[in-house]
Nanobody
Framework: QVQLVESGGGLVQAGGSLRLSCVDS????????MAWFRQAPGKEREFVAH????????AYADSVKGRFTISRNNAENSMYLQMNNLKPDDTAVYYC?????????WGQGTQVTVSS
């Protein structure tokens, strides 16, 4: 049963923006810190950003700090990642999950491709 569904990826030129969405069809969001992760071709999956249940606390990987903004809407069981000033190194499949991640919740992710 799919619980977390990511969307919003696409092809964009360097310097462009995208907004990713994660929708929870189960109760995963309830009181959990949620996060975005990404996996580039040939690389390990890595942490991108997380946000606490209240939305007060956020944290970012150094590589995206100042460019990406994580947010959530608990009433709509949704989480977002606003990505600005995208770089070719941001090319990856982006996933949402709990923080730390729950193995069974990995979804299909959404592909982000940044051209130079």
């Amino acid at each position: 049963q799919v619980q977390l569904v990511e969307s919003g990826g696409g092809l964009v030129q360097a310097g462009g923006s995208l907004r990713l969405s994660c929708v929870d069809s189960g109760r995963t969001f309830d009181y959990n810190t949620m996060a975005w992760f990404r996996q580039a071709p040939g690389k390990e999956r890595e942490f991108v950003a997380h946000i606490s249940w209240s939305g007060v606390t956020t944290a970012y990987a150094d590589s995206v700090k100042g460019r990406f903004t994580i947010s959530r809407n608990n009433a709509e069981n949704s989480m977002y990642l606003q990505m600005n000033n995208l770089k070719p190194d941001d090319t990856a499949v982006y996933y949402c999950n709990t923080r730390p991640p729950t193995e069974r919740l990995w979804g299909q992710g959404t592909q982000v491709t940044v051209s130079s």
